[in-house]
């Protein structure tokens, strides 16, 4: 394991720092999953089509893949702290595109420009949480975008059903805490003070180091899987649940499925945190294939039960995979390589996250929803199946 050139001892300074970051990535992966239990709604009152939501749903992976292209290394430049801040404020702007939308074009809007600051964001906390301490940073950087996730799409959920203001409300919620969290990040410390100040310019890099680059290639399958999933629920699944729910409550059924999902792989981070790589990257697989099982058996029988309950396994399979194959890249890397080989990861992450809703949008126009989710589910499990017979360089 290749020591970081810049460590601190545990303090309440490392503490305060790792809250912090660990807050602000958590409300970017909240901000991105609050609009799935909206989706219902929209379709309902805007009569958005089901390509319509994935086309919202993909110009937020699409402006996020474009900023982590060209804009990933951004932070060991300026600094973390300044590119934070700049992502905060772009996330600002978005949510008050979202509290003035009125039909789906103003969503994609809205959505291009948070998946721009997602993009910004996503490599400069991740790199600043592993800066300040990187066994902690790491299982950090792999537990808040499952309970982002989590908060996103319960909290949005709620507010959908219970609160007033169903459009808007949530977007307000969130405006209100992206600004606090420029204010605290302002006032932080920069984690990376040796950063190059010269020599950046705007042509698209993907920094993967060359010692890295089999296992980068190898846990592909499995990432591809992980992040499959993702793109299931937060795009596909809201429009299944649209087809197959007999009560009004089908904001409760996504929001409550993503929720399931994010949590359970929340505590799949912890469950294995100090296990090797390999372990976690092992039984994720199980945990996906047995998961997303459940969950084609729910669209056969057309039970938003089963489906729910295959959000639990799923869930677990989501989270440990996650961390596994972040654990697998980041824990190898220097301090300098972090920022591009984060960028490097999560473009590997979400172009097929962004491909996969896309095609499934386009289909479910000609197929029906239900046929496509079982095809999605099936090529889950074809990659989960393939990831466990993928030997990589830590077993």
């Keep these: 394991m290749t020591t970081p050139q810049h460590t ?3 303090s309440r300074g490392t ?21 799935t239990p909206l989706f219902p709604l ?7 089509s089901a390509f319509m939501i994935s086309v919202i749903f993909a110009a937020y992976v699409g402006t996020l893949l474009i900023s982590l292209l060209f804009l990933g290394a951004l932070s060991n430049h300026f600094g973390r702290r300044a590119v934070i801040v700049a992502a905060l404020v772009l996330q600002s702007v978005a949510m008050i595109m979202f509290l003035v939308a009125d039909s789906g074009h103003w969503l994609v809007a809205a959505r291009l420009v948070q998946g721009f600051a997602a993009g910004i964001a996503t490599t400069a906390v991740a790199a600043a949480l592993l800066d300040v301490d990187q066994k902690t940073g790491a299982m950090i950087n792999s537990l808040a975008p499952m309970a982002g996730m989590a908060v996103g799409a319960l909290g949005a959920g709620a507010l959908v059903q219970f609160a007033p203001l169903p459009l808007r409300l ?5 405006l209100g805490l992206s600004l606090i969290q420029i204010i605290r990040t302002l006032i932080s410390a920069e984690t990376f003070p040796d950063r190059r100040s010269n020599g950046w310019s705007l042509r698209p890099r993907i920094e993967i180091p060359s010692g890295l680059r089999s296992t980068f290639v190898r846990i592909l399958p499995l990432n591809v899987a992980v992040w499959g999933l993702g793109a299931l629920f937060l795009s596909v699944l809201p429009g299944l649940f649209h087809e197959i729910a007999t009560s009004p409550s089908m904001a409760w059924l996504s929001g409550g499925a993503v929720g399931v999902m994010t949590l359970a792989g929340a505590a799949a981070v912890l469950l294995w945190r100090n296990s090797s790589p390999a372990n976690a990257r092992r039984w994720a697989g199980l945990a996906i294939i047995t998961g997303t099982v459940l969950i084609l058996a729910g669209t056969v029988l057309h039970s938003s039960t089963l489906i729910l309950l295959g959000s639990l396994p799923t869930g677990i399979g989501f989270g440990g995979g996650f961390l596994g194959v972040l654990r697998s890249l980041v824990t190898k890397a220097r301090a300098q390589e972090r920022a591009g080989l984060l960028s490097a990861f999560y473009i590997a992450s979400y172009l097929p996250n962004a491909l996969l809703a896309m095609a499934a949008g386009y289909a ?3 197929l029906g929803v239900i046929p496509v989710t079982q095809i999605f589910a099936a090529l889950i499990i074809m990659m989960a199946i393939w990831s466990i017979n993928m030997k990589v360089a830590d077993e």
Excluded at 16 to 32: D, M, V
Excluded at 42 to 48: E, P
Excluded at 170 to 174: E, K, L, T
């Design 8 to 10: 601190q001892p545990v």
């Design 15 to 35: 503490t305060s720092s790792l809250a912090l970051h660990g807050l602000t990535i958590i409300l970017f992966f909240a901000a991105s999953s609050m609009t």
């Design 42 to 48: 929209y379709q309902a009152s805007w009569g958005l």
């Design 170 to 174: 949530v977007y307000a919620v969130a």
């Design 364 to 366: 479910a126009q000609h």
